[in-house]
């Protein structure tokens, strides 16, 4: 695999830059970025308070609407029976946002947003012609009002007695079209590659992480490949939780990803595959 690179968002070369990374790894790491450092540092304050009450259970999720508090061992990775040690809030644009919660991660998913249309944008206008022509629409129109946009936030307890297999998150895939990565409050994300070893990302409270989702490569005919990660257990002090906060970004329900699927017919069937449906 080659090297993941770490482009300047503010960069006349950002699409150029990006579209080569999410080609050659399936990820890229963007710095000067605009969301700012003290707003993420706040949003984690306020879900470590949230995931240590009992009032979290007050927001137990929907089995069909898939918004709410999912609680420990709730999901496992593609293909594996072995539950992943987390729990974690899904906070989708019409769902429950928990009244413990100030608006500062709505303000998050706002920016978000914004900056997902400018990159999935850039690289529309940046990918070969003829992978432009496989798009139905072009991919920042996909996710316009989209319902499925979503902001999960993660808590990884301590790891104090493991004696299962289990791991903070399988080896998996992401379902949709990219994903906005804050950088995790504690070391572990991998991506597999090409030769079937893991490379560490970076986990500077500087960057956001993006990478192509299993949607991207739907339609683009697989030129920018859904590469696999995961969150190993910690090595070192184990006793300290890992929080963080993917912003998966979706299509509509209605695009048209392939052939095969729309994105709504794509969605359920991997949301059965990990467990959630």
Known sequence: MSEILTID?????LGSNLTKSLKNTGFAVIKNHPISKKLISSIYDE??????????HNYLFHKVKQDGYFP??????????????????HIYDWGRYPDEISDKTNQLISEFKIMAKNLLSE????????????????LDEMIQKSPQNLLRVIHYPPILDNNSNSIRAGAHEDINLITLLVAGSQPGLQVLKKD?????????KDYIVINVGDMLQECSGGYYPSTTHR??????????????MP?????????ILSDKYNAKSYLEERLKEIGLK
Do not use: C
């Open 9 to 13: 968002y503010q960069s006349n070369n």
């Open 47 to 56: 879900w470590k308070t949230f995931f240590s009450s009992d009032s979290k």
């Open 72 to 89: 420990y061992l709730s999901e496992n990775a593609k293909g594996s029976k072995a539950k992943d040690l987390k729990e974690f809030y």
């Open 123 to 138: 690289i529309h206008l940046n990918s070969p012609l003829d992978i432009q022509n496989k798009f139905s629409i072009p």
């Open 196 to 204: 079937n070893t893991w490379m560490d990302v970076s986990t500077s």
């Open 231 to 244: 969150v190993l257990n910690p090595q070192d002090n184990p006793d300290i939780p890992r929080y963080s």
């Open 247 to 255: 912003f998966f970004v979706h299509a509509r329900d209605e695009v």
